[in-house]
């Protein structure tokens, strides 16, 4: 397995660029490489690359980029809005809507949201990770974690959000580019409110079976990118 | 929260009966639970029943069996064959499917499977977890593992099985009954051929872009579901 990593730099077919102090202790530490083995290289803008280790020590890895691999494309404009879970669900949420194309991840603070203290930084890492070992040429923009409110308030009119807010009176998913999960506890009284008052709201159900909300998130995104392409 | 217990005995209003050592281990030292305190039972034959706590010592526990809340209700008839992952993503499709709501999984031990020891009990007990925390009033039934071979040679041949093992130019899963989802290596040729000669397989595609087989099996579910709905 050729490890794919995501730089910062520009990718252009013969020249050599350092990576980060991260991408070297990856590279020697966890997956045992060295000077000479492939790597693929992606910046969300310049395609994918077949690259060579020119060098690795312990704090500094050296790529000599070589061919572009694949052209930069396009990924689908979908974005998912998701309630705070338990670290482990919040981290599968994260992982998963990377795999299947998100573009943009906004973190919710609903009043029954579990985890008050997420780290951004850390979420950033998780979808990072999740699109090097998928074959996304992007990553998902990762948005501060905001209230509900904030999020509603903030929200592109013209953009529908479905909101898996119903059991089983709502149509399914449907070519919406939105998708929005509630916590494990499902949203407050007033937190409803205010989500039947927002005109782009639309109500859906994922079916007959309540379904744990990071199940909900993986479930809800399958239909919507199955309805994309 | 009301605790959901899967029990082997019949269901009846009035009736006191015993349940088992993991039980009261279960209400005791993990949910806090005591005499008085309510749980709901589920047989997978009688429906659902309110019930309390009668006598909770360590390694016994008595309910008192109250009205039936829920009616038995057929599960969807939906199958799930996955070849044995790494232990945690093995978990994660147990649990999810069993979320989902399939019928019947079927581990499979495929050329190029990760676990070689994976315990049945230990995959049966997270189905019975799942099904406890989920609304489902049946547990899934878990085969035992086989080689892709053993499963194909037994297989109905009235019941197609979506393989999704073509990228993008099958079609979407669409009201098959059965879902058939490959290791993270990908089937062998070999396998590939015996898959392509059986009459019952309908390749399919989960979309253009390259999902971990985790991500495979819930994904392919969720469209699953969603067709039967």
Chains 1, 2 share one sequence.
């Not at 730089?7 to 000479?36: I, K, M, P, Q, W």
């Not at 500094?60 to 980029?65: D, T, Y």
């Not at 949420?93 to 930084?121: H, M, Y």
């Not at 639309?202 to 399958?222: D, N």
Request: charged share 20%.
């Amino acid at each position: 397995m050729i490890p794919r990593l995501l730089v910062s730099f520009d990718l252009a077919a013969g020249c050599d660029h350092d990576g980060t102090e991260a991408h070297a202790h990856y590279l020697r530490n966890v997956l045992r490489r060295g000077a000479g083995d492939a790597v693929s290289l992606f910046n969300s803008r310049d395609g994918e690359y077949a690259a060579t280790i020119a060098e690795l020590r312990k704090e500094r890895v050296r790529f000599r980029i070589g061919a572009l691999t694949r052209p930069q494309a396009g990924e689908p404009d979908l974005w998912l809005a998701f309630c705070l879970l338990k670290r482990d669900a919040t981290d599968l949420v994260v992982q998963k809507a990377t795999e299947l194309g998100v573009s943009a991840l906004f973190p919710i603070l609903s009043a029954r949201t579990n985890a008050a203290a997420t780290r951004l930084d850390r979420l950033r890492a998780i979808a990072i990770e999740a699109a090097e070992q998928s074959e996304r040429l992007t990553v998902p923009t990762m948005h501060a974690p905001q209230t509900l409110p904030a999020l509603l308030a903030a929200w592109p009119t013209g953009r529908p959000l479905a909101a898996a807010i119903e059991r089983a009176h709502a149509p399914p998913p449907t070519g919406q580019r939105a998708l929005l999960i509630g916590p494990e506890g499902g949203f407050s009284a007033g937190e409803l409110d205010a989500l039947r008052a927002a005109p782009f709201i639309q109500p859906v159900s994922l079916g007959p079976r309540i379904l744990r909300a990071e199940t909900a998130a993986i479930a809800g995104l399958a239909l919507l990118v199955r309805a994309a392409w």
